[in-house]
């Protein structure tokens, strides 16, 4: 009798709530539908949506036992209220049902938990229904979804690292922290919270100068599940797929922020620099205080060797925060390509100052290099290879820098190390063949040429290795 009384409440279920909406669709269709904009926001089901997404992470998820998971729970709740129909009374349930009775736990990056959005077994559905816990997402996932069989109206707000629900009525609202037992937390106090994390969690100068609640409705909240599995996918290496899911999660989410500060650092480092910049523009409209998003702006537009536009978003990054080193660095190498010598070394001095790099040490050598300060270059490459010794363009431009001083022995040394940390290093190759044959050392001359035309094809050092061949017969 067992399985008939089983198969008689599931029936049940369904005939309370109503058959799914998306039974049997795709999560291609599901985000063509929606993403159309033909489906109003009080007809979509939550629930099989987020399980319509899990499925492609865990191939195994059943839709239909999810749902029934979701059903029962909701019922549940149901029989508690009764004839009740009123809204705080419903959350009271909601809260008993997850937290009391079910034992539901959560955890967030706002109390201080070691939580990352972007792990699907704490973020879609299946997982937290299974393991009875999640994180803000999952937790609120689950949660939205009981609201909406039950008739109570939220809405989900984004802040930065995090999301929680809200209820509203007669121009009022409550919020709703799934990761604390439902409990009320003010937006002065998530704003707080996360201007703590700024620095701390959050990555440096990331997010804006103003911390932002973002409400968005039941379509925005699956292109946020759907953004977080692109978070995911990058971790793992995944770009395409990564793009993929921050390109439909901007179909159901079309002024998300991070989805297109995230897409266009991932074009950035794809090299698609004119994807990247039309990302982050957008980015810059949505959010215009966020410094990372103008110095990133900055980079895509020095790579198109579009000067003028690089240094004025590396100018409203600086605006922004005035010890953004990358920001100096960055500026200053636009001045040096600009001819601008005394502004690159004032910036990147700068940058030095607020943190030493190789990198920083490295670019101002190259600037006293070209202004044959040998001295000062001399000076500079060998700090950027005491904080890194295997940076061998350090040691390649040091050697050049000893050359010109007439310093041979210290000038070979150098070369000698460019061409073993880097042994494709052919610039080295060339300037070892160079000082050798400017100290009459022929053989060793001949044979530092012949590597670098392995990988060179140069017309003047042909005619040289010949010239040297014949010398020595």
């Not at 077994?121 to 299946?126: A, E, Q, S, V």
């Amino acid at each position: 009798m067992k399985p008939r009384i089983s198969r008689i409440i599931i029936l049940a279920v369904f005939l309370l709530f109503g058959l799914p909406i998306y039974a049997e669709q795709s999560e291609t269709e599901l985000i063509e539908k929606l993403s159309l904009g033909s489906v109003p926001d009080k007809e979509i089901d939550l629930a099989e949506a987020a399980l319509i997404i899990a499925k492609t992470v865990y191939p195994d998820a059943s839709v239909e036992i999810g749902l029934t998971q979701v059903n029962l729970m909701a019922n549940e709740i149901k029989n508690e209220l009764g004839d009740s129909t009123d809204h705080y009374r419903i959350l009271a349930a909601i809260n008993s049902c997850l937290y009391d009775r079910h034992q539901y736990s959560s955890e967030s990056i706002l109390s201080g938990d070691n939580a990352s959005v972007a792990t699907p077994d704490k973020f879609l559905l299946n997982q937290v229904l299974d393991n009875n816990k999640g994180n803000c997402l999952g937790s609120s996932t689950l949660y939205f979804a009981l609201a909406e069989r039950l008739n109570l109206p939220l809405e989900a707000v984004i802040v930065p690292q995090h999301v929680f629900l809200r209820y509203r009525q007669d121009g009022k609202y409550r919020n709703i922290e799934t990761t604390a037992g439902g409990g009320e937390i003010t937006d002065k106090e998530y704003k707080a919270r996360t201007k703590k994390l700024v620095g701390d969690i959050i990555p440096a100068y990331s997010t804006g100068h103003e911390i932002r609640l973002t409400p968005i409705h039941k379509k925005g909240f699956v292109g946020l599940i759907i953004y977080n599995r692109g978070v995911w996918h990058l971790q793992q290496g995944a770009v395409d797929e990564a793009l993929n899911d921050f390109a439909n999660s901007l179909k159901l989410l079309s002024d998300f922020t991070e989805a297109y500060k995230s897409r266009g650092a991932v074009y950035l480092k794809k090299g698609q620099f004119a994807d990247a910049a039309r990302d982050l523009r957008n980015a810059v409209r949505l959010e215009p205080d966020c410094p990372n998003t103008y110095y990133n702006l900055g980079v895509a537009y020095f790579n198109m060797n579009e000067l003028i536009d690089a240094r004025r978003n590396f100018d409203k990054a600086i605006e922004l925060t005035d010890d953004y080193a990358d920001a100096y660095l960055n500026r200053g190498i636009v001045y040096w390509k600009q001819q601008h010598t005394n502004y690159a070394l004032k910036d990147i001095t700068g940058a030095i100052e607020i943190k030493p790099t190789p990198q920083a040490y490295y670019n101002r050598g190259l600037i006293y290099l070209g202004k044959k300060d040998n001295d000062e270059a001399i000076k500079d490459f060998t700090s950027a290879i005491s904080l890194d010794n295997k940076f061998s363009d350090a040691y390649n431009n040091r050697g050049i820098a000893y050359a010109a001083k007439e310093q041979w022995d210290d000038a070979i040394s150098d070369f000698k190390d460019a061409v073993f940390l880097k042994p494709d290093g052919a610039e080295a190759y060339k300037n070892l063949g160079a000082t050798y044959y400017r100290l009459a050392r022929y053989e060793e001359a001949l044979t530092a040429f012949e590597r670098y035309l392995k990988q060179k094809d140069d017309k003047e050092i042909k005619k040289l290795v010949e010239d040297l061949k014949q010398r020595g017969k």
